[in-house]
């Protein structure tokens, strides 16, 4: 006869095996491809994205218009954004790279940090009219893979 105790400690040990090196790799996918925008999840509050500058003047950075600009979820709720520069970007002159985050009103009248989920979203991010730059119009789907080097394997 088998000791029901036993059993769920094997259990337990072998989940613990299994998902002790698991790690949760977010990916992002955009559609349409282009080769003027990219972003990926540094950390779910933000998004860190890069879009190339105008080609008519690459002295001068297309700043964004948060006022303009829009994000919608897959629910259809819309987000405002802000976009923080990186400090700690190499000067790269035909890039301006930064942060992109969700903010969303609540009934105090106070904007809120929203988190990114997985999910579909589209963005829509409009420019001053200082530098020349047509608007970015994507769509992004943020999923999360869970790698374990167990079950996996090492990565190549």
Known sequence: MHDPVRIVVKGSVLCVVFFAGC????????????????AFIDKRECLSVRWKRSSLSS????????A???????????????????????DDRNWVQGFLMLL?????????????????????LEFTKKVKKDP??????ISTFNYNPIIHGPPN
């Open 104 to 124: 969303e009103g609540n009934e105090k009248g106070q904007t809120e940090l929203v988190r990114w989920t997985n999910g579909h979203w589209h963005l829509h």
């Open 59 to 66: 002295r001068e950075k297309p700043e964004l218009d948060s």
């Open 68 to 90: 303009a600009s829009f994000v919608l979820s897959d629910s259809g709720k819309r987000f405002s954004v802000k976009f923080q520069e990186n400090p700690y970007t190499v």
């Open 23 to 38: 790690m949760a790799l977010p990916q992002v996918n955009i559609l349409p491809s282009t080769s003027d925008f990219s």
């Open 136 to 141: 970015i119009e994507v769509d992004i789907d």
